[in-house]
């Protein structure tokens, strides 16, 4: 479904990526492990088209999106949740919600789409008419995740979604991640929380400093000396 061939990527004069080969599979729950400053990151926001490379290839579903404006991307459903949440802190949480139904084809779904955020994050219906910014951290990341199904995704990438929010909302982000994959949404995941992330991935790559160092599925990177000793403390 999502295929990334020798990718590099650069600010400036400064190269971030280098020879980045990935894919995900139609179905799929992927995720991307790295220290901070790895390029995990970079590289969603690259995909997603919000950063041009400087070579290589990305490809969703059979056709090349290298270079493609983000809002475009977004059209053929390859949807971005980004670190950090980004929400509008003034606007309510249903319109917040309502936002990521702007591409055409994710309109026509909107009602069904909302509905199914309500009963994944039923929260979200209780503080639909609230502002997002007076919401918990777990709870604007409800919101975050929300916005990005409210877009009828094929592949949704999301970035830290576990991050600075409470351990027992985490745990129930990661479930519903779960969920949603079960349920035959495709998924690439970035998380500190790496416990949780092998737990719940298909397969894994070890991104450091610019580079796919690792790559295999999650139960034979789970007992990998390095991941062991670098990202898991054991």
């Known amino acids: 479904m999502l295929t990334i061939e020798g990718l590099q990527v650069a600010y400036g004069s400064q190269q971030v990526l280098w020879d980045i080969d990935l894919r995900v599979e139609r179905g799929e729950f992927v995720t991307l492990v ?4 790895a390029g995990k990151t970079t590289l969603l926001r690259t995909i997603s088209g919000l950063l041009t490379p400087q070579a290589g290839r990305i490809s969703f579903g059979d056709e090349v999106i290298t270079g493609m404006p983000a809002h475009a ?39 069904a789409n909302l509905e199914r955020i309500y009963a994944l994050f039923p929260v979200l219906r209780d503080r639909a008419r609230q502002d997002a910014g007076t919401l918990s951290g777990g709870e604007q990341q409800m919101v975050a995740i929300g916005r990005g199904l409210m877009a009828s995704p094929s592949l949704l ?6 991050l600075g929010i409470a351990p027992i909302l985490v745990e129930t982000i990661m479930e519903t991640l779960r969920k ?11 998380s500190q929380e790496l416990h949780y992330a092998l737990e719940l991935a298909h397969r894994a790559y070890v991104i450091e400093n610019g580079r796919i160092v690792l790559s295999g599925n999650t139960a034979d990177l ?4 390095h991941i062991q000793q670098a990202y898991l403390g054991l």
């Open 180 to 190: 949603l994959n079960s349920e035959g949404l495709t998924i690439l995941l970035v």
């Open 222 to 225: 789970r007992d990998d000396h």
């Open 34 to 37: 790295g220290a901070n400053g």
């Open 157 to 162: 990438m999301l970035d830290e979604p576990s």
């Open 73 to 111: 991307i977004c059209e053929r459903g390859l949807i971005h949740v980004p670190e950090g949440r980004e929400l509008f802190p003034r606007m309510h949480v249903y319109e917040n919600l309502e936002l990521g139904a702007f591409a055409r084809r994710a309109r026509k779904q909107r009602g």
